[in-house]
Each structure stands twice: as structure tokens, then as C-alpha cells.
Nanobody, 124 residues
Framework: QVQLVESGGGLVQTGGSLRLSCAAS????????MGWFRQAPGKEREFVAA????????QYADSVKGRFTISRDNAKNTVYLQMNSLKPEDTAVYSC?????????????????WGQGTQVTVSS
């Protein structure tokens, strides 16, 4: 089992920045991929970004490319999502997830463990 706890969400104005963190605990000895997903009210969960263990394979959704940066600190078992130039359409609950496979997947069905999520609200 892997437990995930997100932090860093909040309310920000359009054009602002936030940095989300997700700390993993439990069975963290495996070299797993970590990802971020988001879900806005009335919409399906969508992929945001993912990073493999080494950081050598990173994927982003087209909607966040150039604005968001995913990174990880394996010594701290933590993944980060730096979000810049935020837009109202970025408003959602952001959740981190662990995929026990070594490849980087963009489908939520590939991910085995999920955090509770943190709310990000971007005001216009």
C-alpha cells in the first residue's frame, strides 16, 4: 500500500502561481511513476502531468504545457507540480497518483493509488 497526501492548493488570481506537493508513504521502495490529475465540477477527471522514477520521462497534457512543471524528490518521496500563468479553467480538485509500472501513462486507469485531492481555484 502507498498513501498519498497532497498540499498547496488554494485561491489565486488569474496569472498567478501555485505549487502543489504530494508526499508518498508506505511501500515506497518500488520505483513508481507519479502523476497529477484534476477534476472540475461536472467534468471527468483529466490527466495533467506525470513523471517516472528517474525524471527522464515526463508527460504533460496539452492544456498545461509551458505553464506547469512536474518534478520529484525521491529522497523525500514527494512529487511537485509548479503551476504558473493560471487560468480560471484550471480550477479543479487536483489529485496525485502512483502507477507501479515504470512507464509513464496518461490514463487514470493505469494508476494504483490516489490521494484525497487539493482544491485549486483561479479567480478571474
Amino acid at each position: 500500500q502507498v498513501q498519498l497526501v497532497e498540499s498547496g492548493g488554494g485561491l489565486v488570481q488569474t496569472g498567478g502561481s501555485l505549487r502543489l506537493s504530494c508526499a508518498a508513504s508506505g511501500r515506497t521502495e518500488r520505483r513508481f511513476t507519479m502523476g497529477w490529475f484534476r477534476q472540475a465540477p461536472g467534468k471527468e477527471r483529466e490527466f495533467v502531468a506525470a513523471i517516472n522514477w528517474s525524471g527522464g520521462n515526463i508527460q504533460y497534457a496539452d492544456s498545461v504545457k509551458g505553464r506547469f512543471t512536474i518534478s520529484r524528490d525521491n529522497a523525500k518521496n514527494t512529487v511537485y507540480l509548479q503551476m504558473n500563468s493560471l487560468k480560471p479553467e484550471d480550477t479543479a480538485v487536483y489529485s496525485c497518483a502512483v502507477d507501479l509500472a515504470v512507464s509513464v501513462a496518461t490514463s487514470s486507469s493505469n494508476y494504483n493509488y490516489w490521494g484525497q485531492g487539493t482544491q485549486v481555484t483561479v479567480s478571474s
